[in-house]
């Protein structure tokens, strides 16, 4: 396995040929990544907001925003914009405090799990070693704020909402990390970036969505019914609740939520490209290609391009699933609040602790094929 | 002190502060959903506690299980309960109160001693780092097999028993009464035993 570019080792190493000590260096170059991954989710959302609009137009034979700016692009910048100048009200007889710190709750754990998502070798803020273990645990944190905003809106669309959110995301955490487990357990271990790495070699055969043929299902539904998408959206149903927990919310909170929405469903897209698509794979391996044009590992060219193709193939893997989860709003209708918990306690928990089973028969069985 | 050292220090700090004040917070404060959430706040900040020392696995844990379950049940017990109550002075409360404030301070003496005695020698072997996952697990399968496998008991029995209140079907008040006089016995609507498959479908 080649390095790959180490951006961060050249850059302190730039920094101290200028005389600087090599922790200021350091401390320099830390908020680079971070800054870029902020804006890079950002930017994320809005191409998701464009996406949503556009493939729903297309799923309704409509034709969607069009003049603003070429294809619509700029559309999701104009509901920014809306945002940003609307008037922040807060309900007079709502608790401030809470209400303010709600969805700030939400959105930070969406925010600060992007520091796991690789998209190459040394493209990541931090390869913690309890990487995918660390976005479960923040995810958990989001139905506090949920539950907060409910409660503060002291109206009770708003609360049943937030309580909603909270039953849903309990029920559901359990299947997703069942489900995450049994990849941990074939790739021995939590951190992202071994488990891409236990996929490469073969290409698309090597992906993990072969050997995990029933924990990828579990896995995309329970991270829709963690995003709250259609067909687990209970939460904000507005036939039933007006909105849920966002009934009372206008200008940059109502957008806070908003965004904390779409990046969680573009985290959970990258996460699935990483856990069951092989990440930032290609479909045949780059070293198979270098090796039959004779190039070199180690050329810088093919490194840069190598990187270039990473983060490409983890996007579009990403936006790939985007597209169906947008695709599955317009195709599948609201389950019921009973239907759910019946689908994530009585179905869903029970066929992923026997997937964990198989997967561990597996691997003793098999430990050439199932990492052993 | 080098920056690392003094990052630590402020940040070990504004943690202690932050999980006193939260816990502070949650005696004192007179509504229920505050203390709530400043709970979580404690929970947040011994999580902050355990990254400092290196233990990322626990902290992780400990957002996971304190933050994401059992304080999301508290706050979820607590907006369902929708009991308006006129609250009834209790007489002799103060026996009540009383026996809390010697309860917790014989708790804090306990505990101050074992602070105060214990040498706290600084360990010197190299943390664990990423790799103490590997660490205890090794641990729970060798010489903490029997505390881990208790827990886990304790945990199913825990489960075996929410099961149980969960299909016990909602009784009005006045038969609650009747039910009661049969000690030991869980009030239970009598109903026909189902041969197999969902029995929500049969009623």
Request: charged fraction near 10%.
């Amino acid at each position: 396995m080649n390095p790959g570019i180490d951006l961060q080792g050249s850059f302190i190493e730039s920094l101290k040929s200028f005389g600087l000590p090599p922790g200021v260096a350091k401390v320099l170059w830390m908020p680079f990544p971070m800054l870029i991954m902020l804006v890079g989710a950002t930017l994320g959302v809005f191409t998701l907001v464009w996406l949503e609009r556009k493939i729903s137009a297309a799923a309704q034979q409509r034709i969607g925003p069009e003049f603003i700016g070429p294809l619509g692009i700029l559309a999701p910048l104009a509901d920014g914009l809306k945002l940003v100048f609307k008037e922040d009200v807060v309900p007079a007889k709502a608790d401030g405090l809470l209400f303010t710190l709600g969805p700030a709750i939400v959105v930070i754990p969406a925010f600060l799990s992007y520091l796991i998502v690789p998209f190459g070798q040394n493209m990541i803020i931090t390869d913690v070693g309890m990487g995918i273990f660390l976005w479960i645990a923040l995810s958990s944190v989001v139905p506090i704020g949920l539950l907060m905003s409910g409660y503060a809106s002291n109206n009770k669309y708003s609360l049943l909402g937030g309580l909603r959110a909270a039953a849903q995301s309990i029920s559901y955490e359990l299947p997703l990390a069942l489900s995450v487990l049994a990849i941990v357990l074939m790739s021995n271990s939590l951190s992202t970036v071994d488990i891409v790495n236990q996929q490469t070699g073969y290409g698309i055969l090597g992906w993990n969505i072969w050997r995990q043929p029933v924990g990828f299902l579990i896995f995309w539904i329970a991270a829709l019914a963690e995003c709250e998408r259609i067909p687990f959206d209970l939460p904000e149903a507005e036939e039933e609740l007006v909105a849920g927990y966002q009934t009372e919310y206008s200008g940059m909170k109502f957008a806070l939520f908003y965004i904390g929405s779409y990046v969680n469903l573009t985290l959970s897209a990258l996460l699935f490209a990483v856990l069951y698509l092989g990440g930032w794979e290609f479909f045949v391996p780059i070293g198979t290609i270098a090796g039959f044009l004779n190039i070199s590992d180690t050329t810088p060219w093919l490194q840069v391009v190598a990187a270039v193709l990473g983060i490409g193939m983890t996007l579009l893997k990403a936006y790939f699933l985007i597209f169906i989860a947008i695709l599955m709003r317009w195709t599948v209708p609201r389950v019921r609040i009973d239907q759910l918990l019946d689908l994530g306690w009585k179905f869903l928990l029970p066929v992923s602790l026997v997937n964990l089973l198989i997967t561990a028969g597996l691997k003793l069985a098999f430990p050439v094929a199932f990492g052993g | 002190m080098n920056l690392a050292e003094g990052v630590q220090i402020v940040s070990f700090g504004i943690l202690s502060v932050m999980m006193l004040g939260a816990a502070i917070g949650v005696v004192l404060l007179d509504s229920i959903v505050y203390s709530a959430f400043l709970l979580g706040g404690v929970f947040i900040s011994i999580a902050g506690l355990y990254l400092l020392l290196n233990a990322d696995f626990i902290a992780a844990a400990q957002v996971l299980i304190y933050v994401g379950a059992v304080n999301v049940l508290i706050l979820f017990a607590i907006m369902l309960v929708n009991k308006r109550q006129e609250f009834q002075p209790v007489p002799r409360a103060w026996i009540r109160k009383a026996a809390t404030a010697a309860v917790c301070g014989g708790i804090f003496a306990l505990l101050s001693t074992m602070v105060l005695s214990t040498p706290w020698a600084i360990s010197s072997a190299t943390p664990a780092g990423d790799a103490s996952v590997v660490v205890i697990g090794l641990h729970f399968f060798s010489d903490f097999l029997l505390p881990f496998e208790l827990a886990s008991i304790l945990l199913l029995m825990a489960l075996i028993g929410a099961v149980v209140l969960a299909r016990r079907e909602f009784l009005p008040d006045d038969d609650f009464e009747k039910a009661q006089a049969e000690a030991l016995k869980l009030p239970e609507r009598p109903r026909e035993l189902v041969p197999s498959g969902r029995n929500e479908t049969v009623k």
